[in-house]
């Protein structure tokens, strides 16, 4: 996971701040992100397969909502990108290492939170 932007920080103390005022919300948020980010990701890979840019749109815009909610912006423009990737880039040496790199950063990104799950 990248060093966090202003704009991430300021999203990740507005999270804490509803945490000391509701007590594991920041957890329940970090469980439902890491239950649905693989999904999203495996069914961005799958469509993305068989060409399909409904579906990589609508599960790229899931997952990049999720980032966001997070304060996750690197994970949430990747996102972005591939959810708007034009159909006629699909298979392309360039969407190929975009969509690679998704699953990468998902998997990196769940690693640190599922560590900070265990850890609080």
Known sequence: MSIPTPKDQQTLDQLWQ???????????????????????????????????????????????????????????ELSRVIEHLPLDSYGSKESDALVLELRAEVHKVLLVLLKQLKDG
Not at 21 to 39: S, T, Y
Not at 49 to 76: K, T
């Open 18 to 76: 509803l945490e000391a005022e509701r007590p594991g919300l920041m957890k329940e948020l970090i469980r439902l992100f890491v239950a649905d980010a693989p999904k999203q990701t495996r069914l961005i890979h799958a469509a993305y397969g068989r060409r399909d840019p409904e579906m990589v749109r609508q599960s790229a815009h899931f997952l990049r909502s999720g980032s966001l909610a997070l304060g996750l912006s690197s994970l949430a």
